[in-house]
């Protein structure tokens, strides 16, 4: 017996211990569950989650896309950490959109914004009343302002020209500008041009105006300049034209003529459908001009004609 005993503590002196299964290497084990070796274990059990308090609100803008009149052109914010905030959109210090964020998840906010004005335009953002975004979006007016080389044609008592421009939202007019020349340097006296806003009937101007301006033919000058015009209409959503004629106290003489601008843009197609011209008939029982039908022109062209919100 004393001997057994003498013998097992031998042994635990020359081996030590007897335990669990070694842990393989590269382990440590917690309850149940293996960590890589070096990994910082938490203290004290888990990571408690970050609260609401924790959460700073943060937003991201999409960018400014330049429209023209009228158009439409989409804004977006992404919203993160900004729950039950009030966002408000500004265009030109009028609010133009309003939305509260539903979740302190990033929630994508999209406003629609109407170009309503041409030129620049001041777009501000609002977080519960802070200015959170302030650019400014650029909004081009309808039509082509390109007056590049020497092609016109002529508009006289006898020859009307118009020019289309498409309406995509509601919108105010204020002018139209051509770039223009008279041909002769005197004139006959109270000779007018006069450009008539008319809507769209099958593709040709309507019979109907819907507005009128006019400047006296004195106005051009011998070299191209832009004339403008200035009008008070509001128009719906549509296709609209813009007629020019010249209107004088004797129809009978064909002296006063004008020009207007245009570029080509391809002379070997039909003209586009936004370009329309009509050669007037003298009745001498009548002694008026009367009015022929509307036809395409020759070939295709960009008359340098632009219509605006603003007034001159």
């Not at 031998?10 to 070796?37: K, N, Q, R």
């Not at 059990?45 to 991201?60: H, I, K, L, M, R």
């Not at 002529?154 to 509601?170: E, G, H, P, T």
């Not at 009367?290 to 340098?304: H, I, R, V």
Request: a negative charge; one cysteine or more; charged letters at 20%.
């Amino acid at each position: 017996m004393k001997a057994a005993i003498l013998l097992l503590v031998s042994m635990i002196l020359l081996f030590g211990c007897t335990g669990p299964a070694e842990t393989p290497a590269g382990t440590t084990v917690t309850e149940g569950e293996s960590v890589p070796v070096g990994e910082e274990q938490p203290s004290g059990g888990s990571v408690p989650a970050a609260t609401e308090e924790d959460c700073e609100a943060s937003y991201v803008f999409s960018q400014l896309s330049p429209v023209k009149l009228s158009e439409i052109s989409q804004f977006t914010i992404t919203a993160t950490c900004a729950k039950d905030k009030e966002i408000v959109l500004y265009l030109n210090d009028k609010t133009a959109g309003e939305l509260i964020v539903p979740s302190n998840d990033a929630t994508v906010l999209k406003f629609d914004i109407v170009a309503k004005v041409d030129g620049t335009s001041n777009v501000v953002v609002k977080s519960d009343s802070e200015t959170v975004f302030a650019e400014t979006w650029e909004v081009d007016p309808l039509g082509s302002d390109d007056t590049e080389g020497n092609d016109y044609d002529q508009i006289s008592n006898k020859k009307w020209l118009a020019v289309a421009f498409d309406i995509d939202n509601k919108i105010h007019i204020g002018s139209i500008k051509a770039y223009m020349k008279r041909l002769e340097s005197s004139t006959m006296e109270n000779s007018m041009i006069q450009v008539e806003i008319r809507s769209d009937d099958g593709g040709n101007p309507s019979q109907g105006t819907m507005a009128t301006a006019a400047v006296p033919l004195t106005d051009t000058t011998m070299s191209n300049n832009w004339l403008y015009l200035n009008y008070d209409v509001d128009l719906n959503p549509g296709k609209y034209w813009a007629v020019f004629k010249v209107e004088t106290e004797e129809p009978t003489i064909v002296k006063d003529t004008v020009t207007l601008h245009y570029v080509a843009l391809d002379n070997t197609v039909p003209a586009n459908d936004d370009t329309r011209m009509m050669n007037l008939e003298w009745s001498e029982s009548g002694r008026v001009w009367n009015e022929g039908t509307w036809s395409p022109l020759a070939f295709d062209k960009t008359y340098s004609v632009m219509v605006s919100a603003h007034t001159h």
